[in-house]
């Protein structure tokens, strides 16, 4: 298994602003993922962070907004830009356990924009 | 479009008594459904999971079913404890463009009455 620390765990912005959301993984992963939880909806894939190469993105989710940082292997940044309202969400990431076909999630980041 | 659905919100019931949570998918490519539960201001942890060949995965007082030509499959926990009130997602796994990826649904709010 592998534990993740994840902070802040939540914070208020302004909106215009920007947060950038931190994940320290006890282990060296390759691949370290993002995750969006809006109120009342799934959990919804942001991108998929690789050590060395830039970060590959889902549909509805571009670089300029979501920044990320991959710096090395066990170590990975999301910044929400220009925050709105509307990206009032919890932030997770994760990591797989390809033996056990597992995903491991830290605690997740509540932010509110108001 | 949501491919991994969980229609039931919430679900309530008396300890001792066996939980069912639902959980439907569109996509015939899943290759794996795993479940998971969270906790308030924490993240998912994973709880069981049946790869698609299967039709049934037990693991103490939890059991998923899988029936693949209904595209449905349940999590059984019995009996039902106190602790096991939580949210239960439902996720499933397919591989796209060589990278696998997880899809949730919005999970249920399971609550076990003493």
């Known amino acids: 298994s592998a534990v993740i620390s994840q902070k802040p765990s939540r914070d208020i912005c302004q909106r215009g602003t920007s947060l950038t959301i931190q994940c320290q993984v006890d282990?060296?992963?390759?691949?370290m993922f993002w995750y969006r939880q809006q109120p009342g909806q799934s959990l919804t894939l942001i991108a998929t962070a690789n050590q060395g190469s830039e970060a590959t993105y889902e549909s509805g989710f571009v670089i300029d907004k979501f920044p990320i940082s991959r710096p090395n292997l066990t170590f990975s940044t999301l910044t929400v830009s220009n925050m709105s309202p509307e990206d009032s969400s919890i932030y997770l990431c994760?990591?797989?356990?390809?033996?056990?076909?597992?995903?491991?999630f830290g605690q997740g980041t509540r932010l509110t924009v108001v | 479009d949501q491919q991994v659905k969980q229609n039931s919100p919430s679900l309530s019931v008396q300890e001792g008594r066996i939980s069912i949570l639902n959980c439907d998918y569109t996509n015939s490519m899943f290759d794996y459904f795993l479940w998971y539960k969270k906790y308030p201001a924490e993240g998912p942890t994973f709880l069981i999971s049946i790869s698609s060949i299967k039709d049934k995965n037990e693991d103490g007082r939890f059991t998923v079913f899988l029936n693949k030509s209904a595209k449905h499959l349940s999590l059984h926990i019995v009996p039902s404890q106190p602790g096991d009130s939580a949210v239960y997602f439902c996720a499933a796994r397919w591989t796209q463009g060589g990278s696998e990826k997880l899809v949730f649904g919005k999970g249920t709010k399971l609550t076990v009455n003493p």
């Open positions: 282990s060296q992963v390759t691949m």
């Open positions: 994760s990591v797989e356990d390809r033996m056990n076909t597992e995903a491991f």
